[in-house]
């Protein structure tokens, strides 16, 4: 399980949202971004960034769907996904 925020990028952009980690990595503030919600109304993709050189991109219809993803990536833990 991870600790994570979920940050607004532009309030005047409703379709950017960052995902950042609560906690330390390696040993560097500010913490590191964990995925990124990308789009416009009906097409959004999340870009999965906890691995450095191999960037998943998945796509939704809805930030919800987006976060949906997201949540369970990071509260559930992997042995208890289907």
């Given at each position: 399980?991870?600790?994570?925020?979920?940050?607004?990028?532009?309030?005047?952009?409703?379709?950017?949202?960052?995902?950042?980690?609560?906690?330390?990595?390696?040993?560097?503030?500010?913490?590191?971004?964990?995925?990124?919600?990308?789009g416009?109304?009906?097409?959004?993709?999340?870009?999965?960034?906890?691995?450095?050189?191999?960037?998943?991109?998945?796509?939704?219809?809805?930030?919800?769907?987006?976060?949906?993803?997201?949540?369970?990536?990071?509260?559930?833990p992997?042995?208890?996904?289907?």
């Open positions: 399980m991870e600790n994570f925020s979920v940050t607004h990028i532009n309030p005047q952009n409703p379709h950017h949202w960052d995902i950042y980690t609560k906690r330390k990595v390696d040993g560097h503030f500010p913490p590191k971004r964990l995925f990124c919600i990308r416009e109304s009906g097409r959004f993709i999340v870009r999965d960034e906890r691995q450095k050189f191999k960037t998943a991109i998945i796509q939704f219809k809805t930030v919800i769907a987006c976060m949906s993803y997201i949540c369970d990536q990071l509260m559930c992997p042995d208890t996904r289907i």
